[in-house]
Structures are given as C-alpha cells and as structure tokens.
C-alpha cells in the first residue's frame, strides 16, 4: 500500500522559513509529479507548486519567489522550501503523487504563521 508522509510543519515567526518533506513508501514506480497542496480553515484546498518527472515545476502566484519545490532523482520524495513566510501561509500542507492517472495523498502537515 501507497503512503506519502510529511514533517517539517511547525509554527514560524512571519519572514521566517520552513522546509517541508515529503516520503512516500510502499511504491514500485517513480510518481510522474509530486506536489504540494494547502488548505485554510474555511477555505478551499488550493495548489501551491507542483514538479514533474523531468524537473519542471510550477507555482501558484501567491509563493512565487518565495517556496522552491524539489525532489530526489528517484521521484519518491519531495521538498517545499518556504522563505519569507506570510501569516496568510497558514494552513494544512498536504503533498501528493500523480502516477498512471492516480492521484496519493499525505495525512498533512500543519504550518503556522504568526505576526
């Protein structure tokens, strides 16, 4: 069975950092995109960078120049790098893997800013 676990979640001063993992175990493949996700209270669960098997990675607007998302070369492990974090970073981060039209999720880490 397919699990993705993350750590490094915490509560961070604003402007500081954060770096989440994310470990995926039980697998036989190499996931085809690795992600993070995010969702606030009352809000709706929204993406906030994705990277592909061949290194390419997208972000949403709102942590662009701030997050970096990396992986190992295996595609079975997966980094969000958060710098200057706002307060309106705040949420649960989930991380997921895409392979053969499916889609694993994590549990979800908390992160949590204050001002």
């Known amino acids: 069975q397919v699990h993705l676990v993350e750590s490094g979640g915490g509560l961070v001063q604003a402007g500081g950092s954060l770096r989440l993992s994310c470990a995926a175990s039980?697998?036989?493949?190499?996931?085809?995109?690795m992600g993070w996700h995010r969702q606030a209270p009352g809000k709706q669960r929204e993406l906030v960078a994705t990277?592909?098997?061949?290194?390419?990675?997208n972000y949403a607007d709102s942590v662009k120049g701030r997050f970096t998302i990396s992986r190992d070369g295996k595609m079975n492990t997966v980094h969000l790098q958060m710098n200057s974090l706002k307060p309106e970073d705040t949420a649960v981060y989930y991380c997921?893997?895409?392979?053969?039209?499916?889609?694993?999720w994590g549990q979800g880490t908390q992160v949590t800013v204050s001002s």
């Open positions: 997921n893997g895409v392979y053969s039209s499916r889609d694993y």
């Open positions: 039980g697998i036989f493949f190499s996931f085809n995109a």
């Open positions: 990277i592909f098997r061949g290194g390419s990675a």
